[in-house]
């Protein structure tokens, strides 16, 4: 059974945590702010001991009390009566207009020059207080109040919730994903604040997901000739392979620039680490100032083992 009630759980979880596998712990990269990333959730999780929230499809962004960033640091031009709303505590979350959405709010929030009334329809979706004392059961019972006393409608906090099994969990799952959703977020219930990458915080989904920064444009055939036919990506490892599925044709004529940043899906990983049938889904950033990509444009060569 799924219970959504935050304040009739809090007595009562703590006598019910399991024994859970020590966290892994990874420093945050220099100039960003911190901020906690999730792994990849094993298929057959058991979710006692976390707390649950829907994956929402929106932007990252960090609030410090007194500016809005991005996951890499930059600015979020938001509207000054947006942030004027926000309480003076650091909150963390995602900007976020809804299911499907995401391609719109990345756009109206990378703006120089924000759009009033398109940030009207923006949430800030919180799920997490940055730097508090206490474990994830208390902050997530002192944000909700912060987020009530802050009386602004743009300021919205991630419904979290505490799921008996693994039945229970995959149902959610396949609902959520049935309705348009991206997946599942599960968070230790016991875990102290920290930031980096971790497995306190975990991701649950039908496909995984990763990033990789576009070095080249390859040339079409075929029925794409004369257009985009892949694109060439680096990994984080910074191993290229070519991402060809899963770009539209509008994409394939005006292609994500060299130096931005993609994301793509794939179900699992080669024997050698590689992702195994990798499809794009969508520009996750555009190129930073005075980028300069490792490849030449149309025509460069894919160097993928």
């Not at 942030?83 to 995401?102: C, N, S, T």
């Not at 799952?173 to 980096?196: I, K, Y």
Request: with cysteine; proline share 9%.
């Amino acid at each position: 059974m799924v219970m959504t009630s935050l304040r009739l759980l809090v007595s009562a979880i703590v006598a019910s945590f399991i024994p859970i596998a020590p966290l892994c712990l990874a420093a945050p990269p220099a100039g960003k702010p911190p901020a906690l990333l999730a792994r990849e959730a094993a298929d057959d999780i058991d979710p006692r001991g976390y707390w649950v929230s829907e994956k929402l499809d929106g932007v990252r962004a960090l609030w410090d009390g007194r500016q809005l960033r991005f996951r890499s640091g930059r600015e979020v031009r938001a509207p000054a009566w947006f942030l004027a709303g926000l309480p003076d505590v650091p909150l963390d979350g995602e900007l976020w207009l809804g299911r499907g959405r995401f391609d719109e709010v990345s756009g109206l929030t990378r703006r120089a020059q924000p759009d009033d009334d398109a940030w009207r329809e923006v949430r800030f979706m919180v799920f997490e207080l940055p730097g508090a004392p206490g474990d994830f059961t208390a902050r997530i019972e002192a944000l909700a109040g912060i987020v009530a006393r802050a009386e602004v409608p743009w300021l919205q906090m991630v419904t979290q919730r505490r799921v008996a099994s693994r039945e229970a969990l995959r149902r959610w799952l396949d609902a959520v994903v049935d309705g348009g959703g991206e997946g599942l977020m599960l968070h230790r219930a016991d875990a102290p604040f920290h930031s980096g990458r971790s497995d306190a915080l975990l991701k649950l989904k039908p496909w995984r997901d990763a990033e990789a920064r576009v070095v080249g444009h390859l040339p079409g055939q075929g029925r794409h000739t004369g257009r985009l036919g892949a694109l060439l990506v680096e990994g984080a490892d910074g191993r290229r392979f070519r991402l060809g599925t899963g770009l539209s044709d509008r994409e394939r004529a005006s292609p994500p620039p060299l130096g931005s940043e993609v994301t793509y899906r794939y179900r699992a990983l080669t024997p050698n680490g590689l992702p195994r049938f990798p499809v794009y889904w969508r520009l996750r950033r555009p190129p930073a100032p005075q980028s300069m990509p490792g490849s030449s444009g149309v025509g460069a060569s894919s160097t993928s083992p």
